[in-house]
């Protein structure tokens, strides 16, 4: 079993990154914001789950975890203020 | 064998995200989102972590990704021309690519640059165990606020949702 390089992982997650700050600045749907968001956030969990593999204590998989926590939570309350505020767009038509 | 699987992992994550940069159909982006959690799992695998695989592939593909769908059904607005009502729009594209390639080569220059010696311990077994234990012990105090920060979201998100009268 070879070891794929820590560079590999850096060039992918840097890729996500990038990728997921440009649907940001591009779309204009809020859903579509919201899914940049989520790559951006994966690319960095990336980058911890990499580098966890030099750590006996397994930090980088523990703090994956929590970012993983927020993000989910996150998400959550953006598609309620989504709904939300179709909502009241639609009764001001 | 591990560097095949790694370099098609790869590519289904780096195609499927630039797929979801190009399309303009939401419910086409949101398939596409499907393709990347999948290879960021298979990702988490090769790069040892699989709790944090198993627990992505779980919280996103079967979670977050539902939770979008539902979004998109309730906030999809009744067709009358019949036109596409899932296109979104853009804004003008040259400026931010300008700025994301910049950002893209800027951190691959970093990379090319920085020679950290990091060494690699080669380690086959499985981290769950490890993990629930410092979880429950090192960790235990973020752990618990960690269950009342998703208590607080769950109540707020159900709280803005609700038809005010």
Sequence with gaps: ?93 | MNNIVFIFLAILTCGSALGMLITKNLLHAVLMMFLVMFGLAGLFVMAKADVLAVSHLMIYVGGAMILILFGIMLTSKRDILGKNLLKVEENSKLFPLLICVAICFGWFQLINLSKIGFELIPDDQSKLKQVGFLLTTQYSFVFEWVGVFLLIALVGSTFIAKKDE
């Design chain 1, 1 to 93: 079993m070879n070891e794929i390089p820590l560079e590999a992982f850096w060039l992918i997650s840097a890729f996500l990154f990038t990728i997921g700050f440009a649907i940001i600045l591009i779309k204009k749907n809020t859903l579509f914001i919201l899914m940049g968001i989520e790559l951006m956030l994966g690319a960095a969990n990336l980058n911890f789950a990499a580098f966890n593999r030099g750590d006996t204590e397994q930090q980088g998989i523990i703090y994956g975890l929590f970012v993983l926590v927020v993000g989910v939570c996150e998400m959550a309350i953006a598609l309620a203020i989504i709904i939300q505020t179709f909502r009241s767009a639609k009764l001001r038509e």
